[in-house]
């Protein structure tokens, strides 16, 4: 905190001379204003789904993830649908990726995997959001289920944002607008269990509460 005098009146001060004045000195000298704390410029959410009897036929069950850098979806945001794809027409399996402003598709990418069939199988993944100050990417990293084996190389989208940091980012946002849209029958537990927050120079903070969906 900067040192301010009460009044606005200046106050004069006696030039210091020999051994104090070399202490007033040196005690000035070593004083510095605080860093300005490191902007979040990337956040990591790892999740996991446990299955129990999915229902292939039915392409069953089907969930949906999102993460905004605001506690809304008023502006940028990503949804990830799971297990399913809807643009352009709804097809079984897979996972498709969507950045959106407000209610309008700025990118998509689909994964073409077959539909989940594995009784019992848990699914492991990280979605993260990041910005440079121009574009905001959406990806998905370090995934691992029994029916689709490892996940995660080069499934990411980008849209022209122009944002500084992620420092509006909510995690209780991105839990209280996951869902298993259909088949929630099927499905043990959806829990977000942790979130990383980086800067800059590296990670910032790590959150380990979980937040169960369902």
């Known amino acids: 905190m900067i040192p301010r005098f009460k009044g606005g009146k200046r106050r004069a001060f006696a030039a210091p001379s020999s051994a104090a004045g070399l202490a007033v000195l040196t005690a000035g000298a070593l004083w510095s204003m605080p860093a300005e704390p490191d902007p979040v410029i990337r956040v990591e959410e790892e999740w996991e789904l446990v299955l129990n009897d999915p229902h292939v036929d039915r392409v069953s069950p089907q969930f949906t993830t999102v993460m905004s850098p605001f ?99 909510r995690p209780d946002f991105s839990a209280a607008n996951a869902c298993v849209s259909f088949g929630s029958n099927r499905v043990e537990s959806l829990v977000l269990k942790r979130v990383r927050y980086y800067g800059r120079d590296g990670l910032i903070a790590e959150d380990n509460a979980p937040r169960r969906v369902m």
């Open 71 to 169: 506690p809304n979806m008023d502006s940028y945001y990503a949804q990830i649908l799971w297990n399913h794809r809807e643009t352009p027409e709804f097809t079984p399996g897979g996972i498709q990726l969507h950045s959106y402003r407000e209610e309008t598709l700025l990118r998509m990418r689909s994964v073409e995997w077959r539909t989940l069939s594995t009784q019992a199988e848990t699914i492991r993944w990280t979605q993260s959001l990041e910005t440079d100050g121009v574009s905001l990417t959406v990806s998905i990293q370090d995934g691992h289920s029994t029916t689709w084996g490892s996940f995660g190389r080069d499934m990411h989208i980008s849209s022209s944002a122009n944002l500084a940091d992620l420092g509006q980012y």
